[in-house]
């Protein structure tokens, strides 16, 4: 018995060993295992941020890199089935969507210590990642009217915060600022890839608020920009971002003088009615100034800041105003455009300053003449100003000459974009919808064009955040 009781002993302890061994296998098993998964995750993620600023080969040497710097040789005592290819990477473009994929998968052996009881002298481990990204081409465009003067540190902190979202080596960004006249301060990278964050920081940090609201000026230098991108070198990612406090009230067109001819230049006329505590309810129609350039200079026949004329006593709707001095029509009812610096091949550049498929109907333009003109009044120049951004922002999205659609996403701040303004009685929120193609709360959602979104800061202290959900949307976008 006491044999008996001593062979099933023995047998109990070589059993229990080689459980203990089977365990103790697989648990250097185990952490081989997660190691390498988590070599091979970040090889493939150090892959995708080498895309667009380096060849395929740098692509592949980077993931190496990472990969042995994270899983060395002989981790736990592994080892290579083939030494010489411990990570196997491949690179992949989808041309339709502009996305690079990056593929990163490594199998490695580890020895067994007890297992080898059993005649299983090894394990194989292995893992593999996927990595997609997607480039960025922003244009980014900020309004910096007169309004913004008491916040414009705090605007200008937030812009400055939101550029550093990007990759400077690998995004391009080009940043244009407008109020009565419009700028192209930095100009988007081309050929080439990559940005100047401090270039740009500057920029924004040397430029003041003051003057009108040209938004659709603005909006159309930024569309250029883009359009100046070579369509082999387009990034899959297209956007543009627009930043205002407002609703437009300036415009670029011709405008006729008195038989002179035709006169390029930026139009004002003040909302109506006014927000209580927000100056007068007396709509005017304002000189004609420059419209490129980060000075307001006056264009003749007009030559100082004073309007033209006022209109009459409340109400407004029945066009008691006094005939323009300087001024008297928007010609043909037309805008014209020129593209700062290059101007990207085949960029339309006039534009109707009404369009009945893309603004409200109560917007259009009144007493047209015989010759296809429409009085310079308060209310026709106002309207001019609104319909004109959003008939660009509809040819932006619209526009099929670049290797991927551009895609449009607003923001906008203070409360005065809710309050019902204008001729019509309409919120700038609804306006900055509109350009975005935002579904939601909106009748003139277009679904054959890209949606985009707008984006809400009720005051300075919602600014960062709104910049950041924005950033966040692209990011997500761009993955």
């Known amino acids: 018995q006491e044999g008996i009781a001593l062979f099933y002993t023995a047998t109990l302890i070589v059993v229990m060993l080689a459980f203990i061994g089977v365990a103790i296998d697989l648990g250097r098993g185990y952490i081989v295992r ?45 080892e290579w089935p083939n030494p010489s290819d411990k990570v196997n990477v491949v690179v992949t473009y989808d041309s339709p969507t502009g996305t690079y994929t990056i593929n990163v998968d490594s199998q490695a052996t580890l020895e067994t210590s007890f297992m080898k009881i059993a005649n299983w002298t090894d394990i194989t481990i ?24 008491s916040v414009w540190e705090e605007v200008q902190d937030a812009t400055v915060q939101f550029v550093d979202y990007f990759d400077e080596d690998r995004d391009r960004v080009s940043l244009t600022m407008f109020s009565t006249s419009t700028e192209v301060l930095e100009p988007i990278n081309t050929p080439g890839r990559g940005f100047s964050k401090e270039d740009i920081n500057d920029h924004i940090y040397d430029i003041d608020a003051d003057g009108f609201t040209a938004t659709s000026e603005g909006l159309y230098q930024g569309w250029n920009q ?44 003040d909302e109506f009615p006014r927000k209580a505590g927000m100056g007068t309810n007396q709509p005017q129609v304002w000189c004609l100034y420059e419209p490129y350039g980060t000075e ?54 006039s534009f109707p300053l009404f369009d009945p498929t893309v603004n409200p109907l109560a917007r259009a333009l009144t007493e047209e003449d015989s010759d296809g003109d429409f009085p310079n009044h308060p209310q026709n120049a106002n309207n001019a100003a609104r319909n004109l951004l959003e008939i660009i922002a509809n040819e932006v ?56 979104k707008y984006y809400y800061a009720g005051d300075t202290d919602q600014l960062n955040a709104a910049f950041r959900e924005v950033a966040s949307q692209i990011t997500r976008l761009s993955q």
């Open 296 to 349: 307001e200079e006056y264009v003749w026949p007009t030559d100082g800041d004073e309007p033209d004329y006022a209109s009459e006593e409340p109400p407004f709707y029945n066009f008691t105003y006094d005939e323009p001095d300087k001024i008297s029509y928007l010609s043909g009812g037309v805008s014209f455009h020129i593209p700062q610096g290059s101007a990207s091949s085949g960029i339309p550049t």
């Open 397 to 452: 999205r619209a526009d099929t000459s670049g290797k991927y659609p551009i895609r449009i996403y607003t923001l906008g701040l203070g409360d005065i974009l809710n309050e019902n303004m204008g001729s019509i009685g309409e919120t700038g929120a609804s306006i900055l919808r509109r350009v975005a193609n935002q579904q939601a709360d909106n009748p003139f959602y277009d679904s054959t064009q890209l949606e985009g």
């Open 34 to 78: 997660m190691h390498l998964a988590k070599a091979v995750d970040g090889a493939a993620l150090a892959g995708s941020r080498k895309v667009g600023i380096g060849s395929e080969t740098d692509v592949i040497a980077e993931v190496e890199k990472y990969f042995s710097a994270n899983f060395p040789d002989n981790y736990l005592g592994t």
């Open 226 to 269: 883009l359009r100046l991108v070579p369509l082999a070198e387009q990034s899959g990612m297209r956007v543009i971002i627009l930043f205002a406090d407002g609703s437009p009230n300036s415009f670029a067109a011709l405008f006729d003088e008195e038989d002179e001819g035709m006169i390029h230049g930026v139009e004002s006329g």
């Open 126 to 149: 292995g893992s593999s990642a996927e990595a997609t990204t997607r480039m960025v081409d922003l244009s980014f465009v900020i309004d910096r009217s007169g309004s913004l003067d």
